[in-house]
T-cell receptor, first 111, second 112 residues
Framework: NAGVTQTPKFRVLKTGQSMTLLCAQD?????MYWYRQDPGMGLRLIHY???????AKGEVPDGYNVSRLKKQNFLLGLESAAPSQTSVYFC??????????FGPGTRLTVL | SQKIEQNSEALNIQEGKTATLTCNYT??????LQWYRQDPGRGPVFLLL?????KEKRKERLKVTFDTTLKQSLFHITASQPADSATYLC???????????FGTGTRLLVSP
């Protein structure tokens, strides 16, 4: 099992550009999450999904959109990137026992 | 306001000693509390989960306590090793909310 994978690992964008981050899990988990991690701020929840076709807002959803068209995939989109979105992005999936499994992260820089 | 507080200063200890990390929270009523380990450049890895009706949980050299009166969890690593050096995150889940709220983490440095 690959667990949770994220693509890309690194990306540099210019202000105003758009991109999509892909998260995939092969553990058949219903719940999936997108977090961002900034120095001194800890992990903050952007959006999450409790099952295929569902999405919900987390703590810091502004400027991001998500989709969960297939159970194994959770996409995070930035429509018009801003320097404030420079961060490390982590995807996670959750098993029934509440334990979360995290991906390796995507380091995004917006110039 | 709701807060989860972990020591922002790194904890330095000698190999073989017990490391104790603290997680305090205010204005939460967590049903579950979890601890994760994060190494530089990697995603967090789950360590332990403790429920609100449990006082203590152990796994090998790890022990977690949960005091809902003090609103505090303590995370202990006994016989610490340099390989235990990492950042440790606590996270709360309130009942029915299906999501975790994370503290900012405490960095542990274990010297040989």
């Amino acid at each position: 099992n690959a667990g949770v994978t994220q693509t890309p690992k690194f990306r540099v964008l210019k202000t105003g550009q758009s991109m999509t981050l892909l998260c995939a899990q092969d553990m058949n988990h219903e719940y999936m999450y997108w977090y961002r991690q900034d120095p001194g701020m800890g992990l903050r929840l952007i959006h999450y999904s409790v099952g295929e076709g569902t999405t919900a807002k987390g703590e810091v959803p502004d400027g991001y959109n998500v989709s969960r068209l297939k159970k194994q995939n959770f996409l995070l989109g930035l429509e018009s990137a801003a320097p404030s979105q420079t961060s490390v992005y982590f995807c996670a999936s959750r098993e029934e026992g509440r334990k979360q499994f995290f991906g390796p992260g995507t380091r995004l820089t917006v110039l | 306001s709701q807060k989860i507080e972990q020591n922002s200063e790194a904890l330095n200890i000698q190999e073989g000693k017990t490391a104790t990390l603290t997680c305090n929270y205010t204005n939460y009523s967590p049903a579950y509390l979890q601890w994760y380990r994060q190494d530089p450049g990697r995603g967090p890895v789950f360590l332990l989960l403790i429920r609100e009706n449990e006082k203590e949980k152990r796994k090998e050299r790890l022990k977690v306590t949960f005091d809902t009166t003090l609103k505090q969890s303590l995370f202990h690593i006994t016989a610490s090793q340099p390989a235990d050096s990492a950042t440790y995150l606590c996270a709360l889940e309130t009942n029915g909310f299906q999501k975790l709220v994370f503290g900012t983490g405490t960095r542990l440095l274990v010297s040989p």
